[in-house]
């Protein structure tokens, strides 16, 4: 039995590449009754994601941006090594800035596992900078790191805190390294988001960072989103999957950036 949340997952991912669905096709290709469809979708019309139509559902505009509970199941295990790969640049004493997203709560969770890093001391191995509450949440109860969160009014769809009070934090701090979550990434328009106001935040992560670290998988490479964070000059790391080929890589290689596929 699928549990529903991995169906409503699936039934976002449909919606967002075909715009609509019907009840009878989606039944079929997730092999569950139709009664369960109408269910889900009668739920996600509930929680202002699709629009009822009849014998189906077509995509809300404001679902462009899918929460994080939906995005988590995309390319679950690619971002799980793209976290381990960027975790293994840190050393402990560190200062390290996340942005909101799943790769990054991934990168989040890796940090905090890490054997070298999770000693008990006389103070914390590693200091963790974040305008993303559920990172925050996650991260809390971690004793051996020094968790600082920015101010800032929260996004629903991403958990991300934005606007002047989140800045203004980081304009009195350096951090070590900055790993952030894009949308999209081109070596013309950089990292870019689709949120301005996520975008503003994630630039002043990486204007105070010694080190600007890029966690994307292969399918946020060659795109470009709305609003840009940071051109491709100022990013020092891209680690990525390995599906990410050379025709993806190379171009991120030969602006100067540092790439590493996990």
């Excluded at 969160?149 to 951090?175: K, W």
Aim: proline share 3%; hydrophobic share 45%; with cysteine.
């Amino acid at each position: 039995m699928v549990a529903p949340q991995a169906r409503w997952s699936a039934l976002l991912e449909m919606l967002t590449r075909e715009g609509r669905i019907e009840v009878e096709a989606a039944a079929d290709a997730l092999r569950v009754s139709a009664a369960t469809i109408r269910r889900d979708l009668d739920e996600l019309a509930r929680q202002q994601m699709v629009t009822r139509t009849h014998g189906g559902a077509v995509i809300n505009a404001i679902a462009y941006d899918l929460p994080l509970r939906y995005k988590a199941a995309r390319n679950a295990p690619e971002k799980e090594r793209i976290a381990d790969a960027a975790a293994g640049l840190v050393k402990a004493g560190a200062v390290v800035g996340l942005n909101g997203g799943t790769t990054t709560t991934s990168v989040a969770r890796a940090l905090a596992t890490r054997p070298e890093l999770s000693r008990e001391g006389a103070g914390p191995s590693l200091t963790v900078v974040t305008n993303a509450l559920n990172i925050a949440n996650e991260l809390a109860v971690r004793r051996h790191m020094k968790l600082v969160v920015t101010g800032g009014v929260a996004r629903t769809a991403s958990y991300e805190l934005t606007g002047p009070l989140a800045t203004e934090v980081l304009e009195q701090i350096t951090l070590d390294h900055v790993f952030i979550g894009v949308d999209a990434i081109d070596v013309r328009h950089g990292a870019t988001a689709r949120d301005e106001g996520e975008a503003g935040i994630n630039r002043a992560l990486a204007l105070c960072a010694e080190q600007v670290v890029v966690v994307a998988d292969s399918s946020k490479l060659g795109r470009r989103a709305f609003a840009r964070i940071c051109p491709v000059e100022d990013v020092h790391v891209l680690v990525t999957d390995k599906a990410a080929g050379p025709e993806l890589t190379e171009p991120f290689a030969a602006a100067g950036v540092e790439i590493v596929r996990a």
